[in-house]
């Protein structure tokens, strides 16, 4: 479990949000709200990307900002943008991002082929990244967040520049996740998810990041 406790968040003077608390559990969360109310500044607290101006994020009961390595471990962040590597093929990527993770390299070697069959990059695998489309960084800056099977799983928009049936691909793939991790993400295709079942954390704060 995935706890914040009175998170306040601001930037000078400018408030994001003010003494939010939340439990997120095994499953899918998806945070609502007005553009600019902290959607993406609340997942890069719980990634610990940022910290909080004030109160804490725990899981399990640890505070995560005492236990950044232990946390991180276990922790898959896919946000909106990642900065590749340009010179690598995706296939070589997903094994640094496995080395990074401790997998051993025929582990990570087989998940990546796995997570390509499924977001649609098997054939574009050995391919230089500096050749790969908007929606293809997606589907791999995606896929390398799923590499060793995290227990917590933090994903920004995960369906942007992605054509529908990819994106049903990707939440079936974030929704499968789900069964063993606790998911947060954003998404601006809500009304895509109504297969599913997950729960809504709806923000409505002050206007922020």
């Not at 499953?27 to 902290?38: A, D, I």
């Not at 997606?138 to 995290?150: D, H, K, Y």
């Not at 063993?180 to 409505?204: G, P, R």
Request: hydrophobic share 40%.
């Amino acid at each position: 479990m995935l706890k914040l406790i009175n998170v306040s968040k601001r930037y000078k003077k400018q408030v994001v949000f003010q003494d939010l608390t939340a439990e997120f559990n095994h499953g899918v969360t998806v945070l609502t709200g007005p553009s600019g109310v902290g959607k993406t500044t609340l997942l890069r607290l719980c990634a610990t990307v940022e910290k909080p101006s004030s109160g804490d994020v725990h899981w399990h009961g640890r505070n995560i900002g005492k236990s950044k390595r232990a946390f991180r471990s276990i922790l898959g962040y896919a946000p909106q943008i990642v900065d590749f590597p340009e010179d690598l093929s995706a296939l070589e990527f997903m094994l640094h991002i496995g080395a990074l993770k401790g997998m051993k390299t025929a582990a990570a070697r087989q998940q990546a082929l796995e997570l390509f069959e499924r977001v649609g990059l098997a054939q574009d695998k050995d391919k230089q990244i500096r050749s790969y489309s908007g929606g293809m960084r997606r589907r791999l800056g995606l896929s390398q967040a799923f590499l060793g099977t995290p227990e917590c799983l933090i994903i920004d928009e995960p369906t942007a520049e992605l054509d529908p049936e990819t994106a049903g691909r990707i939440h079936d793939l974030i929704f499968d996740a789900s069964e063993n991790a606790v998911v947060i993400m954003t998404t601006h295709l809500e009304t895509s998810l109504k297969d599913h079942t997950y729960q809504n954390l709806h923000l409505d704060g002050m206007p922020g990041g």
